[in-house]
């Protein structure tokens, strides 16, 4: 069965540091992955998505994430946080079989400090 | 388009209560599935449909029941309330297959007392 695991339930940056939330998943084969932010009180909204071709992935608002298959990892960046950041962030890997299936990672809250 | 839309936004039940959580979409979406949101847990499944008609079970689907029978509605059910389904639940759509993304409503909160 597929997981994924989130290292660090809170991250805390300060404005105009680089934002770096961990995503570890666990899969037979290489999955689809997907990142989503969810703001207070709001449903989730994708930042980015990975499903075959370049590893390197470029989101909204600034946001980024390399699929190191090796490390099974897709960790999610922005060089420079800004307050509107703030925010959950969740990692979620869907498999192959076609029915678009989300597992999802634990989530990451993230701070920014004036 | 309105996206994706969930009532009640909150709702408060006593434990054995029955309830249906409702879920709407106008973007002609195949795809409709249903999550809840636990502290510390992520998201988790509960059903999903891949077209009117068709449902199945995700991770946690005990104690719910879904039907599809148009492609726009997908309610959830809650047959009797238990504490144990206090929780945000939300509905997400999606257009055909695998990699697509998923669109997510705003969400229900639900106490259950």
Redesign the interface.
């Known amino acids: 069965a597929q997981s994924v695991t989130q290292l660090g339930s809170h991250v805390s940056v300060s404005e105009g540091a680089l934002v770096l939330l961990r995503c570890n998943y666990s899969s037979s084969v290489p999955p689809y992955l997907f990142w989503y932010v969810q703001y207070p009180n709001q449903g989730l909204q994708l930042l980015l998505k990975y499903t075959t071709g370049a590893t390197l992935v470029k989101g909204i608002n600034g946001f980024e994430a390399e699929f190191k298959k090796s490390e099974t990892s897709f960790h999610l960046t922005k060089p420079s946080a800004h307050m509107s950041d703030a925010a959950e962030y969740f990692c979620a890997v869907s498999d192959l079989t076609g029915a678009q299936k989300l597992v999802f990672g634990q989530g990451t809250r993230l701070t920014i400090n004036p | 388009n309105a996206g994706?839309t969930q009532t009640p936004k909150f709702q408060v039940l006593k434990t054995g209560q029955s309830m249906t959580l409702q879920c709407a979409q106008d973007m002609n979406h195949e795809?409709m599935?249903w999550?809840r949101q636990d502290p510390?847990?992520?998201?988790?499944?509960i059903h999903?449909s891949?077209g009117a008609g068709i449902t199945?079970q995700?991770?946690v689907p005990n104690g719910y029941n879904v039907s599809r029978s148009t492609t726009e509605d997908f309610p959830l059910r809650l047959l009797s309330a238990a504490p144990s389904q206090t929780s945000v639940y939300?509905c997400?759509s999606?257009y055909g297959?695998?990699?697509?993304?998923?669109f997510?409503?705003?969400?229900t909160r639900l106490t259950v007392l």
Do not use: K
């Open positions: 994706v795809y599935s999550y510390g847990m992520g998201l988790r499944l999903y891949v199945d995700g991770e939300f997400a999606s297959l695998g990699n697509n993304e998923q997510f409503g705003p969400g």
